[in-house]
């Protein structure tokens, strides 16, 4: 959790690469957990922030990191 003032923090992902380089990811999940799956059995780890973003509205991020970036996968609704 990252505090963007005195009342407001989100969960922010920090990955460092092996080469010391530092990638963040800010959501705005307020109160969540972060799980990691390999979902779709390609070997590669998904990453999967979840939580409440504001009174009682649940939100999961599906994340890879690839090409020195967190990108977002997206689910079929």
Same mark, same amino acid.
């Given at each position: 959790?990252? @505090? !963007? /003032?005195? $009342? *407001?923090?989100?969960?922010? %992902?920090? =990955?460092?690469?092996?080469?010391? !380089?530092?990638?963040? $990811?800010?959501?705005?999940?307020? +109160?969540? /957990?972060?799980?990691? @799956? *390999?979902?779709? &059995?390609? &070997? +590669?780890?998904? =990453? ?9 509205? $649940?939100?999961?991020?599906?994340? +890879? $990191?690839? /090409? &020195? @970036?967190?990108? !977002? %996968? %997206?689910? @079929? *609704?």
């Amino acid at each position: 959790m990252v @505090a !963007e /003032n005195e $009342y *407001d923090s989100f969960l922010t %992902l920090s =990955i460092v690469s092996a080469n010391g !380089e530092t990638v963040r $990811y800010k959501t705005d999940i307020q +109160r969540g /957990n972060v799980w990691v @799956a *390999d979902l779709d &059995g390609d &070997g +590669r780890f998904e =990453i999967l922030p979840t939580g409440d973003v504001m009174s009682d509205d $649940y939100f999961t991020y599906c994340l +890879r $990191y690839e /090409n &020195g @970036a967190l990108c !977002e %996968l %997206l689910f @079929a *609704d």
